[in-house]
């Protein structure tokens, strides 16, 4: 946190140029100290300072002004900063004017011209004001502030970005944050304008996309090198591991995602199977820890960055961004893992991002707070989803087709499950409407067997009903399943059309696709285990392949 400020200003250069050397003498270590002449110039200053997470503890202000006058500044200055201790500097023929600002503008002190000597007649006035001060103020937050409608899709995507970047931010409900009206009021915008990101350095964006937030903080930014060893195309486990192993063996690395870093497994809340983590880790610190790895290597990141082809010539492969240069490699990787399937019953698209959410959507947990909640799925994703909200839900609400989680869900979870007493079970249910008005409201849920139907309160609806791999993009010739998943290996020989595209005498690899030199890892290939253990197991293993491959041409 940088130090408080102290700001005078006075409109007489020479009365500044005394306050400001008596307050630099006495405060200048602890405080920081700024000085204007202008009372418009002061008040612009103090809208940067405010978004920019500075603070100011003490105005001390000259009555009389020709731009504006002391009082009418320090009445606009306490909208913004209404912690900080206010004094006028006042003639005597302005001690009136002082008297009324007392309840105008409650201002804590007003000192008479001049204040010689200061040790007698300012120090002992600020140190108290500043003692006062110091024991009522808490620290504002430092970093990114983010101002919208809790049931935004627009927010709710912007929250998920930040938080999946492990981008520290801090979430201002127009609705229920007293302080974000004020945000809006300083930067003269109107909740037409929400949402609003406020960076560190006080300026802001209205209704900016992911790709404006990006490049505003420099994250989609990177010096290209001429030619990779290999690219890794998606940041999952599978990836990073990819990108650690490529970049610790020398090889020049690039790794490319389109959304966060972490997949499907940077948003469980806890991963309590993984191999050396007795107490379990939260798939964000897990994904942290790769990403600095990865970086400390050697391995260079572009995000959120999306490919939407790959092409080959003369052995080397032509990545095409949608936005941005093209990049050639010598090898890809390509582990963009899987998408949640959607839900496709009436409602759901109305209310997506506004009280629906596929994934564990953590960044809106809070909101759930004494409410109820439902999950749709009975694999580990959704329990531990359900262990993660039942700390903040009033219930939650487990909906199911089978009769048990015991076919789908690991033993540890159920039993977690079973000994947490706000969360049910609802066997052999689906969820059939979805309504609300600004927001879902309820839910109508139908039992599989008797076809009975019933409406639920549900504050918040988290979708947990399979995956399908995200490989759309492809337009190579590398051959997908009729799940449209990635074969690689010997599978590729029970396809008609492989011989067709693949034209080398050897086998491909076994994580190779039927183009020689891509290779496929983690959840988005055919077979895959769908663990985060196995898909760091098979990203490390397909840089031994990339090497292989490398060593032959």
Request: charged share 25%; proline share 4%.
């Amino acid at each position: 946190m940088s130090r408080p400020i102290i700001f005078s200003i006075d409109d007489d250069p020479q009365v500044l140029r005394s306050i400001s050397r008596d307050l630099k003498s006495q405060y200048s270590k602890e405080y920081k100290i700024l000085s204007t002449t202008s009372a418009k110039e002061a008040y612009e200053t103090l809208i940067e300072l405010k978004n920019s997470s500075e603070v100011v503890a003490l105005f001390l202000c000259d009555q009389r002004m020709p731009e504006m006058e002391g009082v009418k500044f320090l009445e606009k200055a306490k909208k913004v900063f209404p912690e900080a201790k206010r004094v006028l500097l006042t003639a005597y023929s302005d001690t009136d004017a002082a008297i009324k600002a007392i309840n105008d503008v409650q201002l804590d002190y007003y000192l008479m011209k001049p204040w010689n000597p200061p040790e007698e007649k300012l120090y002992p006035v600020i140190n108290d004001l500043l003692d006062d001060w110091h024991s009522h103020y808490i620290p504002e937050f430092v970093g990114m502030k983010l101002v919208g409608y809790q049931f935004s899709p627009q927010s709710h995507v912007i929250k998920d970005f930040l938080a999946g970047n492990l981008i520290p931010y801090r979430w201002f409900d127009i609705e229920k944050n007293i302080d974000s009206a004020n945000l809006l009021t300083i930067n003269n915008r109107t909740t037409d304008d929400l949402p609003m990101v406020i960076f560190e350095d006080g300026s802001c964006l209205t209704k900016p996309s992911i790709r404006d937030i990006a490049d505003k903080m420099g994250k989609n930014t990177t010096e290209l090198t001429d030619v990779y060893d290999v690219v890794i195309i998606g940041a999952g486990p599978a990836g990073l591991a990819a990108a650690v192993y490529g970049s610790s063996e020398g090889l020049k690395t690039l790794l490319i995602e389109r959304k966060a870093p972490g997949g499907q497994a940077g948003t469980s809340s806890r991963i309590e199977n993984y191999l050396g983590f007795p107490a379990g880790l939260s798939g964000a610190d897990l994904t942290r820890r790769a990403i600095s790895q990865a970086m400390r290597l050697g391995a260079e990141f572009l995000s959120p960055q999306s490919v939407s082809d790959i092409k080959q010539k003369d052995g080397y492969k032509t990545i095409i961004l949608d936005d941005g240069p093209e990049i050639i490699s010598r090898t890809v990787v390509i582990t963009t893992g899987v998408d949640y399937r959607k839900l496709e019953v009436k409602g759901v698209d109305n209310f997506t991002g506004a009280g629906i959410y596929y994934g564990a959507a953590t960044t809106e947990a809070s909101a759930c707070t004494g409410k109820e909640v439902f999950v749709i799925g009975g694999g580990n994703s959704a329990g531990q989803a359900a262990m993660y909200l039942s700390k903040f839900a009033k219930n939650v609400h487990i909906i199911i087709r089978r009769d048990d989680l015991t076919d789908t869900m690991s033993a540890y979870l159920i039993t977690q499950i079973g000994d947490t007493p706000n969360i049910k079970v609802l066997p052999n249910t689906e969820v059939i409407e979805a309504e609300g008005t600004n927001c879902l409201e309820k839910i109508t849920i139908q039992n599989c067997k008797t076809k009975e139907t019933e409406v639920k309160t549900a504050n918040a609806l988290y979708i947990f009903i399979g995956a399908k791999p995200y490989t759309d993009w492809i337009k190579l010739d590398i051959i997908k399943n009729n799940k449209d998943f990635i074969e690689t290996g010997r599978e590729l020989r029970s396809y008609e059309n492989f011989s067709k595209v693949w034209k080398l005498k050897r086998d491909p690899f076994l994580l190779e696709t039927s183009c020689p030199g891509i290779f496929a890892a983690g959840d988005v290939r055919a077979g895959a285990m769908n663990r985060v253990a196995s898909a760091v197991g098979e990203g490390s293993m397909a840089i031994s392949f990339v090497h292989k491959y490398l060593a032959e041409v």
